[in-house]
T-cell receptor, first 115, second 113 residues
């Protein structure tokens, strides 16, 4: 049973460009959340998607947007990349938007480097 | 403003001894706390949680203690094993805010054989 799958694993982009990261949730899960983890820091909540809608959002600018598809997979889009957007981007999935602890599964992340 | 703090970036413990990882928070609206473990090149893995209505939760070798008045929680690992070597994140959720967790910066635990 595959867990949370994220692609690509690594990515290098130039300042000002746009990037799309992808996440396939664990089988049976319908909720996807995205986190940004800067070097030496803990993950920071970006937003959560459930039933193809953004349900919660952290303190991130509008340059960060997302989408959830009918098959529950999700994309994270970042426009006008800044050097400070360089981080590990983690996706987490669960069955229902309030499920915590054992039901909340993280992927291995996408390492984004902005140069 | 860091709402969840883990003031020890690293901790080394001898195998078989107790590991104590500490976490402090500032927001009194937090109602649920979790500990995650992260190995290199892997995503965080849930370890143990505690609701704000409790002061202790135990799961095998792992125990989490919550002191609400001090806004402090700690994770005890007894006995520590080399496989416990990882980065440990404390996380808190506010007021039934779904999955909007606030994570601390993490503590790197090294268990020495």
């Amino acid at each position: 049973d595959a867990g949370v799958t994220q692609s690509p694993t690594h990515l290098i982009k130039t300042r000002g460009q746009q990037v799309t990261l992808r996440c396939s949730p664990k089988s049976g899960h319908d909720t996807v959340s995205w986190y940004q983890q800067a070097l030496g820091q803990g993950p920071q909540f970006i937003f959560q998607y459930y039933e193809e809608e953004e349900r919660q959002r952290g303190n991130f600018p509008d340059r960060f947007s997302g989408h959830q598809f009918p098959n529950y997979s999700s994309e994270l889009n970042v426009n006008a990349l800044l050097l400070g957007d360089s981080a590990l981007y983690l996706c987490a999935s669960s069955l229902d938007p309030h499920r915590l602890d054992y039901g909340y599964t993280f992927g291995s992340g996408t390492r984004l480097t902005v140069v | 403003d860091q709402q969840v703090k883990q003031n020890s970036p690293s901790l080394s413990v001898q195998e078989g001894r107790i590991s104590i990882l500490n976490c402090d928070y500032t927001n009194s609206m937090f109602d649920y706390f979790l500990w995650y473990k992260k190995y290199p090149a892997e995503g965080p893995t849930f370890l143990i949680s505690i609701s704000s209505i409790k002061d202790k939760n135990e799961d095998g070798r792992f125990t989490v203690f919550l002191n609400k008045s001090a806004k402090h929680l700690s994770l005890h690992i007894v006995p520590s094993q080399p496989g416990d070597s990882a980065v440990y994140f404390c996380a808190a959720r506010r007021d039934n805010y779904g999955q909007n967790f606030v994570f601390g910066p993490g503590t790197r635990l090294s268990v020495l054989p």
